[in-house]
């Protein structure tokens, strides 16, 4: 597979070029230039080609550690990972000064590079076309990655460079294959989702779990716009990290830009299998953080809580008001594994790894039908159900499991109208408790149970 990044400076249609190739709408694209600032990776195909994909951050030149200087550390990365560059310039502007300049350090790099004159969708743009030979990578490709032009010229580029890397890789000798690989592979990647109120360290933890500067980090709040995915294994079993931006009050998102990067993170959330709210220790469970969570339970993910910076927090002070937020306002999800750690210093990692698999394995759980009657039975004899609205009792008659991930059951009943929620809460508290099943939603829905002598005369 050819790796390939997708370099240039901002808003020349970097993202729009990553998407098109992507088949989908991985990276956010906004007029705004500098929307990109993270390197995102996916598998993609141009025809028969099978490619790996890096979408980067626009260059801007900088030489204080600060955040430009840091977008382009991580596109310097992309550069040493991939096999061809897509340098892309913006034929409707023309050559600029940036263009030049990044032109420069991506020859010092001796990578092969294919020259992009992107936005050519009229004859306007052939003075630029002109202008491209100058920056010394050779004679530009016509494209337009919104219009579709110039992807034909781009598959036989990159399909000869292909053919060159195979035959490069034909001539080495081949490495043994592990005895586990076919097991590690065999196992199906957990989705891990990590989101947060801004600046709470999510990038951060991802980039300690790497053990890699692959998310940019930093001291300013909203640095992550676009969910990335990273595929990581832990322990034999393999995951995919998904970092976020994080999330404010719907109330002060005003910005457009700010909007999609809400929408970005939720739809990561309703993706992932377990969801990792990342909490700040010298402010657990604020208001932010109940409705994120409460979000994730709605959405039927399991759920682990990391509070994170905790080299440098109050910590008994810490812990009483975590312990007394879920108990009092996140009733609907008892048992939630909260998990201390300090991102910055990689403490408390495998402890947080081994609750996410704990959780996970509960949110599959299935439960026999034996021992679910079983307990039905007992629950019922200590605490009967009440009267229905008929002032009758209500009979509810078996349960069974419906699904899981979550786990969700029905409850038959012949009169199940009128069966009151704080009913359902007791007997969605004891099933969790009898089968440990903490930290995740549960669904329990009363259905009524088919009368087999209703047809009969």
């Given at each position: 597979m050819l790796t390939v990044a997708i370099i240039g400076r901002p808003n020349v249609g970097k993202s729009t070029l990553f998407n098109r190739l992507a088949g989908k709408k991985l990276a956010l694209v906004h007029d705004k230039p500098g929307v990109t600032r993270d390197r995102k990776m996916t598998a993609a195909k141009l025809r028969d080609l099978e490619l790996m994909i890096i979408d980067t951050a626009g260059?801007?030149?900088?030489?204080?550690?600060?955040m430009e200087s840091r977008m382009w550390r991580q596109t310097q990365m992309a550069i040493e990972e991939a096999d061809v560059c897509l340098f892309l310039f913006d034929a409707r502007a023309g050559v600029q000064p940036y263009d030049e300049f990044f032109a420069d350090l991506v020859r010092k790099t001796h990578k092969p590079v294919i020259l992009l004159a992107n936005k050519c969708e009229g004859k306007a743009q052939e003075n630029a076309i002109g202008e491209a030979y100058k920056l010394g990578l050779g004679a530009p490709l016509i494209f337009s990655a919104e219009h579709s032009i110039g992807f034909d010229e781009l598959y036989l580029e990159l399909q000869e460079l292909n053919e060159k890397k195979q035959a490069a890789e034909a001539s080495m000798e081949p490495k043994p294959e592990d005895e586990n690989t076919t097991e590690t592979e065999s196992k199906r990647p957990i989705q891990i989702a990590f989101v947060g109120r801004p600046n709470v360290g999510?990038?951060?933890?991802?980039?300690?779990?790497?053990?890699?500067?692959?998310?940019?980090?930093?001291?300013?709040?909203?640095?992550?716009?676009?969910?990335?995915?990273?595929e990581w294994q832990w322990q034999g079993q393999t995951f995919k990290l998904v970092d976020t931006a994080g999330l404010r009050r719907q109330a002060r998102v005003n910005d457009t830009l700010e909007k999609m990067s809400v929408e970005s993170t939720i739809?990561?959330?309703?993706?992932?299998?377990?969801?990792?709210?990342?909490?700040?220790?010298?402010?657990?469970?604020?208001?932010?953080?109940?409705?994120?969570a409460r979000k994730v339970v709605d959405e039927g993910r399991a759920l682990v809580i990391a509070v994170n910076k905790w080299d440098i927090a109050q910590r008994k002070e810490a812990l009483e008001k975590l312990n007394y937020k879920l108990e009092t306002s996140l009733t609907q999800v008892a048992g939630v594994p909260t998990v201390t750690i300090s991102a910055l210093k990689k403490e408390g990692l495998d402890k947080l790894m081994r609750a996410v698999l704990k959780v996970y394995k509960r949110w599959n759980t299935r439960i026999p039908t034996a021992p679910l009657n079983k307990w039905f039975e007992a629950v019922q004899e200590q605490n009967p159900a009440p009267l229905g609205k008929n002032k009758r009792r209500i009979k509810l008659k078996y349960v069974t499991q419906a699904k899981a991930r979550p786990p969700s059951f029905y409850i038959f009943s012949s009169n199940p109208e009128g069966l009151p929620e704080s009913y359902l809460r007791y007997l969605t508290n004891s099933l969790r408790q009898t089968f440990d099943l903490g930290g995740i939603p549960l669904r329990l829905t009363v259905r009524k149970a088919d009368n087999p002598y209703a047809d009969k005369k």
């Amino acid at each position: 597979m050819l790796t390939v990044a997708i370099i240039g400076r901002p808003n020349v249609g970097k993202s729009t070029l990553f998407n098109r190739l992507a088949g989908k709408k991985l990276a956010l694209v906004h007029d705004k230039p500098g929307v990109t600032r993270d390197r995102k990776m996916t598998a993609a195909k141009l025809r028969d080609l099978e490619l790996m994909i890096i979408d980067t951050a626009g260059y801007e030149y900088s030489t204080t550690d600060n955040m430009e200087s840091r977008m382009w550390r991580q596109t310097q990365m992309a550069i040493e990972e991939a096999d061809v560059c897509l340098f892309l310039f913006d034929a409707r502007a023309g050559v600029q000064p940036y263009d030049e300049f990044f032109a420069d350090l991506v020859r010092k790099t001796h990578k092969p590079v294919i020259l992009l004159a992107n936005k050519c969708e009229g004859k306007a743009q052939e003075n630029a076309i002109g202008e491209a030979y100058k920056l010394g990578l050779g004679a530009p490709l016509i494209f337009s990655a919104e219009h579709s032009i110039g992807f034909d010229e781009l598959y036989l580029e990159l399909q000869e460079l292909n053919e060159k890397k195979q035959a490069a890789e034909a001539s080495m000798e081949p490495k043994p294959e592990d005895e586990n690989t076919t097991e590690t592979e065999s196992k199906r990647p957990i989705q891990i989702a990590f989101v947060g109120r801004p600046n709470v360290g999510k990038s951060t933890l991802v980039n300690a779990l790497l053990d890699d500067e692959r998310m940019l980090t930093g001291p300013e709040a909203g640095m992550t716009r676009d969910a990335i995915t990273t595929e990581w294994q832990w322990q034999g079993q393999t995951f995919k990290l998904v970092d976020t931006a994080g999330l404010r009050r719907q109330a002060r998102v005003n910005d457009t830009l700010e909007k999609m990067s809400v929408e970005s993170t939720i739809y990561a959330a309703n993706m992932a299998q377990v969801v990792v709210l990342v909490l700040d220790a010298d402010a657990v469970l604020d208001k932010q953080d109940l409705t994120i969570a409460r979000k994730v339970v709605d959405e039927g993910r399991a759920l682990v809580i990391a509070v994170n910076k905790w080299d440098i927090a109050q910590r008994k002070e810490a812990l009483e008001k975590l312990n007394y937020k879920l108990e009092t306002s996140l009733t609907q999800v008892a048992g939630v594994p909260t998990v201390t750690i300090s991102a910055l210093k990689k403490e408390g990692l495998d402890k947080l790894m081994r609750a996410v698999l704990k959780v996970y394995k509960r949110w599959n759980t299935r439960i026999p039908t034996a021992p679910l009657n079983k307990w039905f039975e007992a629950v019922q004899e200590q605490n009967p159900a009440p009267l229905g609205k008929n002032k009758r009792r209500i009979k509810l008659k078996y349960v069974t499991q419906a699904k899981a991930r979550p786990p969700s059951f029905y409850i038959f009943s012949s009169n199940p109208e009128g069966l009151p929620e704080s009913y359902l809460r007791y007997l969605t508290n004891s099933l969790r408790q009898t089968f440990d099943l903490g930290g995740i939603p549960l669904r329990l829905t009363v259905r009524k149970a088919d009368n087999p002598y209703a047809d009969k005369k």
